[in-house]
């Protein structure tokens, strides 16, 4: 079976995320005055084939673990559908 | 016999030759070793130059950590070699798990490059075994993710193995303590933001780096 996977990785809370804050600190100046918490991340998406979906989802877990995050700063959301 | 230090070459490294040099110039033997190498053959000391190892892609020394070098690299520091990572190269090491914790984008979101002024913390690293505790140096700085950043308990580990080496006497990046260079827990694996080798030679308007690298080869002659 062939995947569709979407990683979100973010900073973990309580990480400093200078990109969220100075994009926070632009808004007002364009009038977007109620917008607060901003945080900024990077998705990756890629395509994967497996047996199923759990395995496709252990690898992703893995590959998060040990390549696409810095678990020392980072943490990811994971996303896997069935290829369209 | 002079200290044999290979000088990895990422694709994206650019203070490798600077390194070579300054190394040279010291009395070392500097060789420069391509990231593709398995092996490091007979070198009594490792610097992972600064640079952009693999353009930075995804984080800066997240794909260097996987180039087969890195392999022979942790084998070497494992044994108790010296190894020595300047910037783009402390980045690798933190990656690479030799070194905790990470470096973040810088606080303010601006790429720095310029002198600053350092505190040698500890003189137990390869770095500064021949630097007295205390001494203040100036050296450049260049880069954009130095802000270093590591959770408490590390950072008390950090202070109470006394294994922070360099502190910023006046932080210019959100470093956590005002690191700005730390070690190992046996001191022989050392990464640090500033580019001793930039203050190597009068012409570059400072020498305070050369004790820096003197410590590192003759931490090296001893192992050679």
């Given at each position: 079976m062939r995947y569709d996977v979407l990683v979100e990785v973010r900073l973990r809370p309580g990480i400093a995320d200078p990109q969220g804050a100075t994009i926070e600190r632009a808004l007002p100046a364009l009038g977007?005055?109620?917008?607060?918490a901003v945080r900024t991340g990077k998705a990756i998406r890629f395509e994967l084939d497996a047996p199923d979906e759990d395995a496709a989802r252990a690898q992703v877990v893995e590959l998060c673990e040990r390549f696409?995050?810095?678990?020392v700063i980072e943490d990811a959301t994971v996303s896997v559908e069935p290829a369209r | 016999m002079s200290a044999r230090i290979g000088v990895v070459v990422f694709p994206g490294s650019n203070c490798e030759h600077d390194v070579a040099e300054a190394l040279e110039g010291l009395g070392g033997r500097p060789r420069l070793v391509w990231h593709g190498a398995d092996d490091l053959g007979p070198l009594d000391g490792v610097v992972l130059p600064g640079g952009f190892a693999h353009g930075d892609y995804l984080r800066p020394g997240a794909i260097a950590r996987f180039s087969p070098v890195m392999a022979a690299v942790e084998r070497f520091a494992a044994a108790g070699g010296p190894v020595v990572g300047i910037c783009n190269g402390f980045q690798v090491l933190t990656e690479a798990r030799l070194l905790p914790g990470a470096l973040q984008k810088n606080r303010g979101l601006t790429f720095l490059c310029q002198p600053v002024d350092l505190e040698v913390?500890?003189?137990?690293?390869v770095l500064t075994t021949t630097v007295e505790v205390g001494t203040r140096l100036r050296i450049p700085i260049n880069h954009f993710e130095g802000n270093y950043t590591c959770d408490a308990a590390t950072l008390d580990q950090l202070q109470s193995e006394d294994r922070i080496v360099l502190r910023y006497l006046d932080n210019p990046n959100g470093s956590v303590a005002d690191i700005a260079g730390i070690c190992n827990a046996r001191g022989n694996v050392v990464g640090l933001m500033p580019h001793p080798e930039r203050a190597s030679d009068p012409l570059l308007g400072s020498v305070d780096g050369v004790g820096l690298l003197r410590s590192l080869l003759s931490a090296a002659a001893v192992l050679g």
């Open positions: 977007f005055t109620s917008v607060r696409l995050t810095n678990p | 913390v500890s003189s137990r690293s």
